[in-house]
């Protein structure tokens, strides 16, 4: 891939910090409104977790298996949840006590409260995903959280690799690409053999936020590229707001209204 050189950083004039500050409150608000919204409105609704363990010695023959139930949970207060998470991550950095961090990060063309935020909520999302089309095994479900977590946490290092006003390193990004592959390639294996049997709806789920989940990376690959307006950091930084708030909308309100009501 090209090897491009990040602009130097700039300052961040008055208007765009009180633009960025009022941005950060209302997605705060948005985002604790479908969150109440959520654990008010949803019905009992809840998704197992599963687990499958060893009956016998190793290198023995094993009686049947067994799949044990460990617990359930809620899928409305799940995905109240993660709105939560980022209602918090909004409200932080809109506050007294995060602004001028939230601001000094952004002069440097990084956002790693917005990473932290992602590697939960994002991770959460893509148990929930995985939870719907049938995947319950305690293990799997750990095993995609954290995968996802890292693939976030690329991000982070992606930023945090690329100083403003040196070449980018494109390695991070890469790695993160990879990893990023990991959840939705175990989730089509579980579509794939639901067949007809997965309700229409969780395809609905499945195309729209994996297109959602790339506008992420689109969006990352073309502030590095200095696409266009991209090339300007913040705009950034208000596009990874808005898809944060339709790709969690998005999950929400098309499981509300196929099994939650």
């Not at 599963?50 to 094993?62: C, I, L």
């Not at 899928?75 to 506050?95: C, D, P, Q, Y």
């Not at 995609?144 to 992606?158: E, H, Q, R, V, Y």
């Not at 705009?235 to 708030?245: A, D, H």
Request: charged fraction near 15%; glycine fraction near 8%.
């Amino acid at each position: 891939m090209q090897d491009i050189k990040v602009e130097a950083h700039q300052p961040i004039d008055d208007r765009d910090r009180r633009s960025l500050r009022r941005l950060n409150a209302t997605m705060a608000v948005v985002h604790a409104v479908q969150a109440a919204l959520m654990i008010a409105l949803s019905n009992s609704l809840s998704l197992p977790v599963t687990g499958v363990f060893a009956n016998g010695p190793p290198g023995q023959p094993e009686g049947p298996a067994t799949i044990d139930l460990l617990f359930s949970y809620r899928l409305g207060w799940a995905i109240a949840a993660f709105e939560i998470i980022s209602a918090a991550a909004h409200a932080f950095v809109a506050s007294p006590w995060g602004h001028a961090r939230h601001m000094r990060e952004l002069e440097h063309h990084r956002n790693r409260f917005r990473w932290t935020e992602y590697s939960l909520s994002a991770s959460l999302m893509i148990v929930i995903i995985a939870g719907v089309t049938g995947i319950t095994d305690i293990a799997a479900l750990i095993a995609l959280f954290g995968i996802n977590a890292s693939m976030i946490l690329f991000g982070w290092l992606m930023e945090t690799t690329n100083e403003p006003g040196r070449k980018v390193s494109w390695t991070p990004f890469g790695f993160g690409c990879v990893a990023g592959v990991v959840p939705w390639a175990a989730i089509v294996v579980y579509l794939i053999g639901a067949g007809s049997d997965v309700p229409t709806f969780v395809y609905g789920i499945f195309v729209s936020l994996f297109v959602f989940f790339n506008c992420f990376a689109i969006t990352q690959l073309l502030q590095y590229r200095a696409s266009g307006r991209w090339a300007n950091y913040l705009f950034g930084e208000r596009v990874y707001t808005y898809l944060s708030l339709i790709a969690k909308s998005l999950l929400a309100w098309q499981v509300f209204a196929n099994v939650l009501i």
